[in-house]
Structures are given as structure tokens and as C-alpha cells.
């Protein structure tokens, strides 16, 4: 392929929590590159996914959901989400299909609206919402904002997936590609074993745990042998806390440990060396370096 047929733009995927859209990007891309879990507000940063469709490079931009921010924390997750979209060739909207279209959904509708970038609807979880809901959905948000395009689709079964990854391709301007063909993301390895590391926490602790905690990766080392060391701390705000991510005699810490380390040995095909220690730091919310090493902006 020459490098004058080639086509690359910047897909922002936007909606409120649990939409879907990291599955999304997931099956875009045709690999996981984030992480997923039923809980909301799993993702904290925007990350970059790359898919390929034909001539098309497709730089598809998954951002934290957005949400009323309550907390400094909050407020630099959802400024990520609307940084993700700033200059994006098309501005995708995940809904899902499923649930209502409550004040979240409405709230980022009303505010996309007046932005230039083309906008597509997807109304995610086709596989497990009313076909009349669905229906009413779409006539009621395009009522709101004229979309360009509205797609059916389920992340999760792949359903109208294809159909979507097709249109965006050819719907990328002409220009070279920004990554090379085998890159599915632009996370290094690094930000990889922290994220899948965090996944792990909101899989197996409940209620608001998770989200009361952090990853962080102090050392990251390859071995002669050609895998990989690395070393975790997990901040938590209190000594309870820390009790439960450990478990009784240490047990939740190592299922937390072993689930992780079988995820990365697979996509980073080659063995991998996992080590976890939970830490009280009480306040890492209001912590600039934390910040610093999810990729958040400190907002004030």
C-alpha cells in the first residue's frame, strides 16, 4: 500500500459511565488495550487505541465517562474525557441501549451539540435492550443533536461492529498513518501492568474500594531471560482498607496478583514477574504525583 492511499483521523469515544465504550474500543481494535469491568468509572485517563481498516488507521481516543464531578479527583477525570475530544475528525457518542436516558446522557448530548466535529450515535447493548427502546432512544437524542450517522451495536457479542469500523474508516481524511501497522495502542508496557493491575481491583473488591484506591508501578525491569519484573504498590486511604485488598491471611492480594499476572504474560507474550505491596496513603487523591502518573491534569 502506498502512502498516498492512505487515510488516519482521531475517533473521540464519549458517554456517560458504563456505556461501554472501553469494551467498544476493544472490539474496534480487535485486542483488549483497556481495561473493563461492570463497575462504572473504571477507566481514569484517555488512551489511544489503534485499528486498522483497509487503507484507514483509525486513532480511537477511549475517555473516562463523564459524569457531575464531586471531587478534585473526579474533576481531572472528566476534564480528560473532554480533552479527549478536542479535534477529533468524528465525536462517537455511546449510549447505552439498555438503560434510560437520564440526565448524564442528556447533560453530554446538550454539550457536544455545539461542537464542530461530526457526530455518530451508538446505542450500545443492542443484545440486551428493547428493540422499541432503542428505537425511542434514537428518535429522542437526534431530536436533540442532528447526528451525522446512528449505529445498533453490541460491544460485547461484536454485533454491528464490523458495519461501524467500515463507516469511521472511510470516513478518516487522507494522510499517513501515525503508528505502525502491529501497535494497537499507545500505552507502554508500563501503563499496561498498571491498568490491568487496577482492573483486578474492580473485578474482585465491592462497593466503593476501588475507587477509593490506586496503582502505582515503582519498578519495571527486564530480565536477561527476556521477561519482565515488576514491582506495585496499590494505595488505599486507610489501614481497613488495606485489610480488605489483603485478605484473610494474605489471600485476596495473591488472586489479585495471580489474575493480573496471567493477563499481561498474554498480551505481552512472555513471562511476566508480579510483585504487589498495598500501602496507607491517606489523601492520594490530593496527591499531584499520583496524578502526575495516571496521565491526569491536577484541576483545580
Not at 130 to 143: F, P, Q, R, S, V
Request: net charge neutral; hydrophobic share 45%; proline share 5%.
Amino acid at each position: 500500500m502506498t502512502d498516498d492511499r492512505r487515510r488516519c483521523g482521531l475517533v473521540a469515544v464519549v458517554g456517560a459511565p458504563n456505556a461501554g465504550k472501553s469494551t467498544l474500543v476493544n472490539a474496534l481494535v480487535g485486542q483488549k488495550v483497556a481495561i473493563v469491568s461492570p463497575k462504572a468509572q473504571t477507566t481514569r485517563t484517555k488512551l489511544l487505541g489503534v485499528a486498522i481498516e483497509g487503507d484507514a488507521q483509525l486513532l480511537l481516543v477511549d475517555t473516562p465517562g463523564i459524569f457531575e464531578p464531586k471531587r478534585r479527583f473526579d474533576r481531572a477525570m472528566v476534564a480528560a474525557a473532554w480533552d479527549g475530544a478536542a479535534g477529533a475528525d468524528i465525536v462517537a457518542l455511546v449510549v447505552d441501549g439498555k438503560g434510560g436516558l437520564g440526565p448524564k446522557v442528556t447533560g453530554i448530548v446538550e454539550r457536544i451539540a455545539a461542537r464542530p466535529e461530526p457526530k455518530h450515535l451508538v446505542l450500545n447493548k443492542v443484545d440486551l435492550a428493547d428493540k422499541a427502546k432503542l428505537l425511542g432512544h434514537a428518535e429522542k437524542l437526534n431530536a436533540l443533536v442532528a447526528f451525522d450517522e446512528i449505529w445498533f451495536v453490541s460491544a460485547q457479542t461484536g454485533d454491528g461492529v464490523p458495519e461501524l469500523k467500515s463507516a469511521l474508516a472511510r470516513l478518516m481524511p487522507a494522510g499517513p498513518w501515525h503508528y505502525p501497522a502491529d501497535q494497537v495502542s499507545d500505552a507502554t508496557e508500563r501503563a499496561l501492568a498498571t491498568e490491568i493491575t487496577r482492573e483486578q481491583l474492580f473485578l474482585q473488591l465491592h462497593a466503593e474500594l476501588p475507587y477509593a484506591s490506586a496503582v502505582e508501578t515503582e519498578r519495571y525491569e527486564e530480565r536477561p531471560d527476556g521477561s519482565v519484573e515488576i514491582h506495585q504498590q496499590i494505595l488505599v486511604e486507610r489501614p481497613t482498607q488495606r485489610a480488605i485488598v489483603l485478605g484473610k491471611g494474605g489471600e485476596r492480594i495473591k488472586q489479585i496478583g495471580a489474575r493480573a499476572r496471567v493477563q499481561l504474560a498474554t498480551l505481552m507474550e512472555r513471562p511476566v514477574h508480579l510483585y504487589l505491596h498495598v500501602k496507607v496513603k491517606e489523601g492520594w487523591a490530593e496527591d499531584r504525583e499520583v496524578y502526575r502518573d495516571m496521565g491526569l491534569d491536577w484541576v483545580e
